[in-house]
């Protein structure tokens, strides 16, 4: 029983599954620390207070959720572009160096050359 538990845990996904957890949680901290210390005070420079959380709308705390969107499109947008997009660039180089060139077209003594070849298989 334990082997089967040591095989299941040194499995590749397991593995790569793990370390993408605590890579994820770091990175999480680390967009956190962006958005509440960079880009928060810069919004709050250009437009005034960043925080929203006194408007209320009678007894519903509209501000809070306000903020809760606001941080959410915030980190959405820090983790697009400096996430994915350059990972699409990077996947489009790649693709282009991988992708075969054309064999170029042969000269016109060859093209010549086969013509000639395949009439001869014709009459043999």
Same mark, same amino acid.
Do not use: C, H, W
């Given at each position: 029983?334990?082997? /089967?538990?040591?095989?299941? @845990?040194m499995?590749?996904n397991v #593995?790569? @599954?793990? $370390?993408?957890?605590?890579?994820?949680? +770091?990175? %999480?901290?680390?967009?956190?620390? @962006?958005v +509440?210390?960079?880009?928060?005070?810069? *919004?709050?420079?250009? %437009?005034?207070a960043?925080?929203?959380?006194?408007?209320?709308?009678?007894p519903?705390?509209? /501000?809070?959720f306000?903020?809760?969107?606001?941080?959410?499109? $915030? $980190?959405?947008?820090? *983790?697009?572009? @400096?996430?994915?997009?350059? #990972?699409?660039?990077?996947q489009?180089?790649m693709?282009?160096e991988?992708?075969p +060139? +054309?064999?170029?077209?042969?000269?016109?003594? $060859?093209?010549?050359?086969?013509?000639?070849?395949?009439?001869?298989?014709?009459?043999?």
């Amino acid at each position: 029983m334990l082997q /089967g538990f040591k095989s299941f @845990l040194m499995r590749g996904n397991v #593995v790569d @599954l793990a $370390v993408a957890v605590v890579v994820g949680g +770091a990175f %999480g901290q680390v967009v956190n620390s @962006l958005v +509440a210390d960079v880009l928060t005070p810069l *919004i709050g420079a250009l %437009g005034g207070a960043p925080d929203f959380s006194a408007v209320r709308l009678g007894p519903v705390a509209l /501000g809070k959720f306000i903020n809760a969107l606001l941080n959410f499109v $915030v $980190v959405a947008a820090a *983790i697009y572009f @400096l996430v994915v997009v350059p #990972v699409q660039e990077v996947q489009r180089r790649m693709k282009r160096e991988e992708a075969p +060139a +054309a064999p170029p077209e042969p000269p016109e003594e $060859v093209r010549l050359l086969r013509e000639i070849l395949e009439e001869l298989r014709k009459k043999a």
